[in-house]
């Protein structure tokens, strides 16, 4: 009862919630650009240079890491929270430092940073394209939002490329402050899911089949299956997202996959490796 009542909440700010809060339009060239990276293989540059791809790349055995981009989100991100732990499914957000500019962010932030199934990530200050920017700026980007996160009560550890948009001297760059550089193997696509009202459309993101364009649900659980695991994007800011996370999560379930944080060895055994000296 209690998540059905915060997913009527979420719904009925919906709109608002869209509209205030989002501060970037989502670009949907970029994410295809990241889909294409992510599918790519034998690249030459392997993943030393991607901000999407991941070293590991199977051997999940139906683990996924659950992360969630571009919060906190004071509408949506606590109806999120509420059902993660329903599901006692640990999740990683990946904090843009502008958005702790919002009424009731930071306290949202703390709360996640305080909670040990979760962790809190850097998704750079402002949700850029990071490979277009010059290097003070980039650095700018990352700092800012690195002592936020601070200050919410995480020492920061994951670092994620808006769009996965990244080049080989900003991945040094990240990589020089500590950072684990870390992309996804499935994106759910929830932010195209998000901008057409429930469809995909398209003309916003061509990679979904057109079978499961009103299929948000169909199109995670189908990629789930070919990948077999691995880390799964989704968004704590879309209204379409927090309402819809309980039966994501509950098939995935039905389906065998459990949940696992991004730090697990076991899982990520190439992400989570020490540096190389």
Not at 51 to 71: E, S, Y
Not at 82 to 104: I, M
Not at 131 to 152: F, M, P
Request: negative net charge; contains cysteine; glycine residues 8%.
């Amino acid at each position: 009862m209690r998540i059905l009542a915060t997913l009527l909440a979420v719904l009925a700010t919906a709109c608002l919630a869209d509209e205030e809060i989002d501060t970037h339009a989502d670009d949907g060239s970029l994410y295809e650009q990241a889909y294409e990276e992510g599918q790519a293989e034998g690249k030459t540059d392997g993943t030393d240079c991607s901000g999407v791809r991941i070293p590991d790349r199977n051997g999940f055995a139906k683990r996924i890491a659950l992360t969630f981009d571009d919060g906190p989100n004071p509408a949506t991100t606590p109806a999120v929270i509420e059902v993660l732990h329903e599901h006692h499914a640990p999740a990683t957000f990946f904090n843009n430092g502008v958005r702790y500019g919002t009424a009731g962010a930071t306290q949202v932030a703390a709360q996640i940073a305080a909670d040990p199934d979760f962790i809190l990530a850097n998704h750079s200050q402002n949700h850029l394209n990071l490979a277009q920017q010059s290097l003070d700026k980039v650095t700018s980007e990352v700092d800012r939002t690195d002592g936020l996160l601070r200050a919410a009560g995480e020492t920061p550890k994951f670092f994620r490329f808006p769009f996965g948009s990244a080049t080989c001297s900003y991945m040094k760059l990240v990589r020089s402050k500590g950072y684990i550089v870390t992309g996804w193997h499935i994106d759910s696509a929830d932010w195209c899911y998000a901008a057409g009202g429930g469809t995909c459309k398209k003309s916003t993101f061509k990679y979904v089949d057109d079978a499961l364009r009103d299929n948000m649900l169909g199109y995670i659980l189908a990629q789930a299956k070919s990948t077999g695991g691995g880390i799964l994007l989704m968004h704590d800011i879309h209204a379409n997202t927090a309402a819809h996370l309980d039966e994501i999560l509950t098939a995935l379930e039905q389906h065998g996959f459990t949940f696992v944080r991004i730090d697990d060895i076991a899982a990520f055994p190439k992400l989570n490796a020490p540096p190389a000296p």
